[in-house]
T-cell receptor, first 115, second 112 residues
Framework: GAGVSQSPSNKVTEKGKDVELRCDPI?????LYWYRQSLGQGLEFLIY????????KSGLPSDRFSAERTGGSVSTLTIQRTQQEDSAVYLC?????????????FGDGTRLSIL | SQKIEQNSEALNIQEGKTATLTCNYT??????LQWYRQDPGRGPVFLLL?????KEKRKERLKVTFDTTLKQSLFHITASQPADSATYLC???????????FGSGTRLLVRP
């Protein structure tokens, strides 16, 4: 299909390891968002990319978190020196642009478990 | 402080009845409000968007209202079906902003 694709779907790793999560947005969508969803909680905004503009990193919880978006398409969220509190579902979404009346299209997320 | 509140308790209703879910917000002035459906292990799926100057929006069996005075949106599913069982999230968007601010969702269970 032509939806948002995330990989891996599940990731289990030991505390202190680095992890990389990947997001392939819908082709042509210029806006890309990363969210974190803890069990029973709403979505917590992490970072936003729009075209070639500087990303909005205001939601990243610590400097262990970083993200990049190469060529305006695929994005990678990296968590360094993982902690148990990083365990959550990480969701990626894309939209055609940044306009307020456009819905976001979500992938099914990466479920991250830190042992 | 700013808050978005959705009932954390599951809503349990009989098939065929109307489900009504509530989204209340405090200290926000949203220009848009969106509703999403989320199934277990899946990402949210967009359902409906309503603007601040719209009182009501309908799509098939779905209806959303938006009362900026009460700071509340109601989401209705008429003639509910077991397949409607899911978690429903509301999300606010301010004018000229790209950020969606999500509530924690309400789980709906429709009994056959």
């Amino acid at each position: 299909g032509a939806g948002v694709s995330q990989s891996p779907s599940n990731k289990v790793t030991e505390k202190g390891k680095d992890v990389e999560l990947r997001c392939d947005p819908i082709s042509g969508h210029t806006a890309l968002y990363w969210y974190r969803q803890s069990l029973g909680q709403g979505l917590e905004f992490l970072i936003y990319f729009q075209g070639n503009s500087a990303p909005d990193k205001s939601g990243l919880p610590s400097d262990r978190f970083s993200a990049e978006r190469t060529g305006g398409s695929v994005s990678t969220l990296t968590i360094q020196r993982t902690q148990q509190e990083d365990s959550a579902v990480y969701l990626c979404a894309s939209s055609p642009g940044a306009y307020s009346n456009q819905p976001q299209h979500f992938g099914d997320g990466t479920r991250l478990s830190i042992l | 402080s700013q808050k978005i509140e959705q009932n954390s308790e599951a809503l349990n209703i009989q098939e065929g009845k109307t489900a009504t879910l509530t989204c209340n917000y405090t200290n926000y002035s949203p220009a848009y409000l969106q509703w999403y459906r989320q199934d277990p292990g899946r990402g949210p799926v967009f359902l409906l968007l309503i603007r601040e100057n719209e009182k009501e929006k309908r799509k098939e069996r779905l209806k959303v209202t938006f009362d900026t005075t009460l700071k509340q949106s109601l989401f209705h599913i008429t003639a509910s079906q077991p397949a409607d069982s899911a978690t429903y999230l509301c999300a606010l968007r301010m004018d000229s902003s790209y950020k969606l601010i999500f509530g924690s969702g309400t789980r709906l269970l429709v009994r056959p």
